[in-house]
Each structure stands twice: as structure tokens, then as C-alpha cells.
């Protein structure tokens, strides 16, 4: 984990919690030049949510400083990035995995409409929901036909492969040089909080291009669908997180 958090008491909690389920922290610095970023989450009787986010320590990640991770990144199977850190060194990372042949994912979020067009370039996999995908392209995601052409679009800016997910209607995977798009649907159920969904989603796709390198992308996906699924019939974000021994075995 590269990041920052303030010196307080929710910044504590966050290193404390990744030392307790067996994430590195070396590169997680603590500063007292900002809080901690934190999130308001407001679930509804459907289980959707909506987040209000605000980065706080993250956005003080510097370039300089990501200059002392570049040998963790460059023995690295995967990376990936986000927006919660400012793009200028999202896109920093990136360019720094790309350069040491480490496989890049990137997910638009919280989604900017002017993102910088290397950002794709960089992109192995550019990950992105609905409404991020739209934002970035302007055009409607609703149902799996709209994620085709809007895919297509976001491929043609320079990904190696676009997946764009859609809540309970599974996901549309693309990869560049196929002229098919393939939809992945995943399993029905009563969700009970959404928060973090797309988070499992992301980290499990890193799971299975680190550990399983000749998957095909479209059964990663399957796998982080059903990921997802069981995430949100749990209430909370990395509370809903399942371990791998919560997980059918025929996932791995």
C-alpha cells in the first residue's frame, strides 16, 4: 500500500488495520499537514449507496516521495491506482510500472471529466462503473449495449483492455485488437449494502492477474463478480470484504 494519513486517531486505526490483515505499510506515511481522508456513505433501502469523499492527507503524496517505492513497484506483479492520491502521481505510478513491465490497472475514481489522456496509455486494464464511465465519455451507461459502444470509445484513447462494471448486470469486458466485446453477467442476489463493491471487484481482478498471469481477462472478471456478490450482502465497506477461505474453492 503506497498512501498517507494524518496524525490521528482514524490514521492510527487505518495502519493498524492493514498490519492486521497482512498489508504492507512501509510506504503508508503519516503527516500532520492534513487529517486523514475519509468518506460519508449513505445507504438506501436497496442497498445503493451514495459517497461523499474527502482525500485529505492522500492528496499531499508527493512525486518526490513515490521516487522511494519505485524498487517496490518494479518487483511488483501489479499495480494499481486510483484517484483518492492526485492524479499528477497516479499517473506518476503508472508510467513507473509500465516502464518496469509490471501490469497496470487503473479505476477512474472519484471520476474527474478532464482526466489526462496518458491515463489510458497507461492503462493494461482500465477499470471503471456506470456512471464513471460515463462521465469520462458523455454518453449514457444504463444497460450492457450502451457499456458496448461506450467501451469501445474508452479503448479506442489507448487501454489495453476497458471492463466496465455494471452493478447486478454483471460487467462488459474489451481488449485491444479484438473486435468483440464480451459481457460477463454474474450471479442475482439481494444486495444489502453496494458500498465497496467495485472496490472487491478491483481487488480481486489484481489478485487473479498477479497469481494466475494466463487467465484469459473475461474469467478474471467471472471471478470478480462473484467476489463482488458476496461483498454486498455484507453491510460495510472492508468490513464486507470476504476472506478466501469464505469463498467457493472453485474460485482459485
Known sequence: MVGKVGKDFFGENYIQNFK???????????????AT?????IVNDAG????????GANMLLSSEELQNVL???????????????SPETSLQALRMARENKVKTIFNPAPAIPDLDPDFYRVSDVFCCNESEAELLTGSSVANVEEARRVGQELLKRGCGSVIITL???????LKAGESNSKHVPTTKVTAVDTT?????????LAFYMAHYPTMPLEEIARRANQVAVVSVQAIGTQTSFPFKQDLLAELF
Open 20 to 34: 492486521d490483515n497482512g498489508v504492507h505499510t512501509d510506504f503508508v506515511e503519516q503527516t500532520s499537514d492534513a
Open 37 to 41: 481522508g475519509a468518506a460519508s456513505i
Open 48 to 55: 445503493e449507496n451514495a459517497i461523499v469523499i474527502v482525500a
Open 71 to 85: 524498487p517496490a513497484i518494479g518487483r511488483s506483479k501489479v499495480l494499481v491506482c486510483q484517484l483518492e492520491i
Open 167 to 173: 452493478g447486478p448486470q454483471g460487467c462488459v469486458v
Open 196 to 204: 465497496g463493491a467495485g472496490d472487491s471487484f478491483i481487488g480481486s
